[in-house]
């Protein structure tokens, strides 16, 4: 048997009751082959448009796109109000589970109130559409409630994920001009509060920034510094405002939020997504590759909305479309590893989205816990975040999944906005470890270094990953840089006007599509993106280091781990085993706690090629312990022995 048929027979086409009652067909491809652009436009008819748009797609000015220029719409009066002056304000939106324990159901109606108190309030603090607002928050329904208010009064958020350092908040605030910063008092950690808005204040040490006040929600009473007239307690403005408001149009293209992720500098990427083009994207995506029936799904995404998959399946794709949904303040195993399941239990979720890093960690578990409890609610199952590996796909259905969920992996990018290739779950017979095809509407091939495509069935015909047509979601910029822009995602295939996604694929011989992971470098330590770059400026910040060089190796459990080979400044003392910790704490000092190295390898020299560059593929090999490649464009060959001597010491 070959390869081929295996993967042919390795497949789980959806049972004929699933895909009967599915949202999405066979016949959604058809619709978006026939005409893409009525395609999309009939999906942005799905909202509500103050002022109907006219124009689909714009693309004069490529790579800068605009989707449905003329029409105005107000984005959060799509994910609030419409439900409510639908009739559905009773339903609840948000199922909020605090990590210590405590829980609160939140209506719709309930939620309008709180988003237009927090507009009203925000108004009264004098920023103007357009203004920047950070927000730097762990899991708290006033997070949302911030970028719904946000959103609602065309304020352009940038949520900074909170397990970021002081730095690189300030960095973020800075790179925005942000004029607010919102946070809270602590966060709950393991049942004990840790600070965060002594963070903010470190973060905004010195008068050279743009932050005229920090709003403070009070989470875990933990005590706070505070600056008085730049301070505000959420409880004493927010709370007390108005909760009338009426939601005003803004333009489809109007800025929405900013979102930082690591490129392959050390400086971090603002990536730019708009209005209506964008919640057209998220809401299409959330109702069909989630098969999401408003007032009947109990759905549960479990990221963090610091990151982009909190943005869109969190917030605006799920609230667009009249979800009910689980937002869980905590870690998965606080106060232990039952605690996804005992949450599904409780609420009775149906619909669940994680990262395959986790999926491995419940593997590791044990497959007694999940057990333990009913899952049977369960009917559909996502991952995202990177390659799910097909043992953990299979783990995740069977066990998860009750053998019969269907899973989709769900591949796209901060810079996508959206889902983009993806298995439909009642249409796509899905292989494990597969993210199979484009969805309808989208466009991606797999090409070599010249833009021809690979050849199907061809396995070891590995290419690059490329949208080959603009897609309502996509990034209109990176803020502040159109150069890098152009640079990052346009040159690569210029000739063509693709955007190159910095991913790995390949097509099997069904021609399905299988994502490799990057080919940058830009690592994925369980789901986040952590560039090499960014890790070495933190580690070469500290007084002991001269020179440091970071790869990303594979790892069982977080698909990449962070490996570190540094060499010490002349006067330094090698302290061995306490240094190295020393320098682990100094990077999630510097960056977070996620950015922190699996393992630091103090060496004499460190391999370049006669122009200078360090060769990470060679760093890579020894990290993974494998046989040297090609070393005969280094310098010096015998430098890895004395790597090696040193890592063996280790
Ligand atoms: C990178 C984007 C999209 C939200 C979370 C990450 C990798 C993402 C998959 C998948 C294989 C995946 C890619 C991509 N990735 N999803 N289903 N299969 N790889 O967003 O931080 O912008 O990272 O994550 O390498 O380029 P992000």
Redesign the pocket.
């Given at each position: 048997m070959t390869d081929n048929t295996a993967d042919h027979l390795d497949a789980y086409p959806p049972t004929a009751e699933f895909a009967a009652a599915a949202n999405a067909g066979e016949s959604l491809y058809d619709r978006a082959a026939a005409d893409r652009e009525a395609f999309w436009a009939e999906q942005a008819r799905r909202l509500h448009w103050h002022q109907p748009f006219t124009r689909v797609l714009d693309w004069d000015d490529a790579p800068f796109a605009q989707w449905f220029a003329d029409g105005k719409l107000n984005v959060a009066y799509n994910c609030v109000d419409r439900h409510v002056l639908d009739g559905h304000g009773e339903q609840v939106a948000i199922h909020w589970e605090g990590e210590p324990g405590d829980s609160r159901d939140i209506t719709y109606a309930h939620l309008l109130a709180e988003v237009c108190r927090a507009a009203n309030y925000l108004t009264e603090l004098g920023l103007k559409a357009g203004d920047r607002v950070a927000i730097y928050m762990p899991m708290v329904p006033e997070a949302i409630v911030s970028m719904l208010a946000c959103a609602r009064l065309g304020l352009t958020h940038s949520v900074v994920f909170a397990g970021f350092s002081p730095s690189a908040l300030r960095q973020r605030v800075d790179d925005a001009q942000a004029r607010l910063v919102i946070t809270t008092d602590g966060q709950w950690r393991r049942g004990k509060p840790a600070p965060l808005k002594e963070a903010v204040d470190e973060a905004l040490v010195g008068s050279e920034h743009s932050v005229e006040h920090v709003l403070v929600v009070r989470r875990t009473e933990i005590e706070v510094p505070w600056t008085d007239g730049r301070d505000l307690w959420w409880h004493e403005t927010v709370a007390e405002a108005s909760a009338d408001h009426e939601a005003q149009p803004f333009d489809a293209e109007h800025p929405l939020y900013i979102l930082y992720?690591?490129g392959t500098t050390g400086k971090p990427k603002g990536i730019l997504h708009t209005s209506g083009g964008y919640l057209t994207q998220v809401s299409y995506t959330h109702h069909n590759v989630f098969d999401h029936r408003a007032g009947q799904d109990v759905y549960w995404c479990t990221?963090d909305i610091g990151?982009?998959?909190g943005h869109s399946y969190i917030v605006y794709g799920p609230l667009s479309n009249r979800a009910t949904q689980v937002v869980y303040e905590g870690t998965p195993n606080s106060p232990d590893e039952h605690r996804h399941w005992q949450i599904v239990e409780k609420y009775g979720v149906s619909i669940y989205y994680t990262?395959p890093t986790l999926v491995r960690t419940f593997m590791k578990w044990g497959r007694e816990i999940p057990d333990a409890h009913d899952l049977s609610s369960i009917r559909v199952l996502g991952?995202?975040?990177?390659?799910?590996n097909p043992e953990a796909w299979r783990w995740y259905r069977e066990v998860i999944g009750s053998n019969s969920a269907p899973i989709v992996?769900?591949?796209?990018?901060?810079?996508?906005g959206a889902i983009m290739?993806?298995p439909l779950p009642g249409v796509t017979a899905a292989k494990p470890g597969a993210?199979m095809t484009p969805l309808p509407g989208i466009s991606a091939k797999v090409v070599d270094e010249e833009g021809n495509p690979v050849h199907l069935g061809e396995t070891e015909a590995n290419g690059y990953l490329v949208l080959d047509q603009p897609w309502p979601s996509m990034l209109r910029g990176i803020w502040g840089d159109p150069d890098r822009y152009r640079s990052t995602y346009w040159e690569r295939y210029a000739e063509q006007g693709w955007y190159f996604?910095?991913?790995g694929a390949k097509l099997d011989a069904d021609g399905d599509l299988w994502?490799l992971?990057?080919v940058d470098d830009?690592m994925?330590v369980s789901?986040?993106?952590i560039s090499t770059a960014e890790v070495e400026s933190a580690l070469v910040g500290h007084h002991s280091v001269a020179e440091a060089a970071v790869v990303g190796a594979s790892d069982d459990t977080t698909g990449q781990g962070i490996v570190a080979f540094v060499i010490l400044t002349a006067g330094a003392a090698d302290t061995g085993q306490d240094l190295i910790a020393e320098l682990k704490a100094e990077v999630s000092r510097e960056i977070s706690p996620i950015a922190r190295p699996r393992e630091i390898h103090i060496v004499p020299e460190l391999p370049k090629t006669r122009s200078g560059k360090i060769m990470r593929r060679l760093l890579r090999d020894v990290a993974e312990g494998r046989e040297l490649g090609d070393t005969s464009t280094l310098v010096d060959p015998n430098v890895f022995e004395a790597i090696r001597t040193q890592k063996a010491n280790w």
């Amino acid at each position: 048997m070959t390869d081929n048929t295996a993967d042919h027979l390795d497949a789980y086409p959806p049972t004929a009751e699933f895909a009967a009652a599915a949202n999405a067909g066979e016949s959604l491809y058809d619709r978006a082959a026939a005409d893409r652009e009525a395609f999309w436009a009939e999906q942005a008819r799905r909202l509500h448009w103050h002022q109907p748009f006219t124009r689909v797609l714009d693309w004069d000015d490529a790579p800068f796109a605009q989707w449905f220029a003329d029409g105005k719409l107000n984005v959060a009066y799509n994910c609030v109000d419409r439900h409510v002056l639908d009739g559905h304000g009773e339903q609840v939106a948000i199922h909020w589970e605090g990590e210590p324990g405590d829980s609160r159901d939140i209506t719709y109606a309930h939620l309008l109130a709180e988003v237009c108190r927090a507009a009203n309030y925000l108004t009264e603090l004098g920023l103007k559409a357009g203004d920047r607002v950070a927000i730097y928050m762990p899991m708290v329904p006033e997070a949302i409630v911030s970028m719904l208010a946000c959103a609602r009064l065309g304020l352009t958020h940038s949520v900074v994920f909170a397990g970021f350092s002081p730095s690189a908040l300030r960095q973020r605030v800075d790179d925005a001009q942000a004029r607010l910063v919102i946070t809270t008092d602590g966060q709950w950690r393991r049942g004990k509060p840790a600070p965060l808005k002594e963070a903010v204040d470190e973060a905004l040490v010195g008068s050279e920034h743009s932050v005229e006040h920090v709003l403070v929600v009070r989470r875990t009473e933990i005590e706070v510094p505070w600056t008085d007239g730049r301070d505000l307690w959420w409880h004493e403005t927010v709370a007390e405002a108005s909760a009338d408001h009426e939601a005003q149009p803004f333009d489809a293209e109007h800025p929405l939020y900013i979102l930082y992720t690591s490129g392959t500098t050390g400086k971090p990427k603002g990536i730019l997504h708009t209005s209506g083009g964008y919640l057209t994207q998220v809401s299409y995506t959330h109702h069909n590759v989630f098969d999401h029936r408003a007032g009947q799904d109990v759905y549960w995404c479990t990221a963090d909305i610091g990151w982009v998959t909190g943005h869109s399946y969190i917030v605006y794709g799920p609230l667009s479309n009249r979800a009910t949904q689980v937002v869980y303040e905590g870690t998965p195993n606080s106060p232990d590893e039952h605690r996804h399941w005992q949450i599904v239990e409780k609420y009775g979720v149906s619909i669940y989205y994680t990262a395959p890093t986790l999926v491995r960690t419940f593997m590791k578990w044990g497959r007694e816990i999940p057990d333990a409890h009913d899952l049977s609610s369960i009917r559909v199952l996502g991952s995202v975040g990177e390659p799910i590996n097909p043992e953990a796909w299979r783990w995740y259905r069977e066990v998860i999944g009750s053998n019969s969920a269907p899973i989709v992996d769900t591949w796209w990018q901060t810079e996508t906005g959206a889902i983009m290739i993806s298995p439909l779950p009642g249409v796509t017979a899905a292989k494990p470890g597969a993210a199979m095809t484009p969805l309808p509407g989208i466009s991606a091939k797999v090409v070599d270094e010249e833009g021809n495509p690979v050849h199907l069935g061809e396995t070891e015909a590995n290419g690059y990953l490329v949208l080959d047509q603009p897609w309502p979601s996509m990034l209109r910029g990176i803020w502040g840089d159109p150069d890098r822009y152009r640079s990052t995602y346009w040159e690569r295939y210029a000739e063509q006007g693709w955007y190159f996604a910095g991913d790995g694929a390949k097509l099997d011989a069904d021609g399905d599509l299988w994502v490799l992971g990057r080919v940058d470098d830009v690592m994925n330590v369980s789901g986040h993106r952590i560039s090499t770059a960014e890790v070495e400026s933190a580690l070469v910040g500290h007084h002991s280091v001269a020179e440091a060089a970071v790869v990303g190796a594979s790892d069982d459990t977080t698909g990449q781990g962070i490996v570190a080979f540094v060499i010490l400044t002349a006067g330094a003392a090698d302290t061995g085993q306490d240094l190295i910790a020393e320098l682990k704490a100094e990077v999630s000092r510097e960056i977070s706690p996620i950015a922190r190295p699996r393992e630091i390898h103090i060496v004499p020299e460190l391999p370049k090629t006669r122009s200078g560059k360090i060769m990470r593929r060679l760093l890579r090999d020894v990290a993974e312990g494998r046989e040297l490649g090609d070393t005969s464009t280094l310098v010096d060959p015998n430098v890895f022995e004395a790597i090696r001597t040193q890592k063996a010491n280790w």
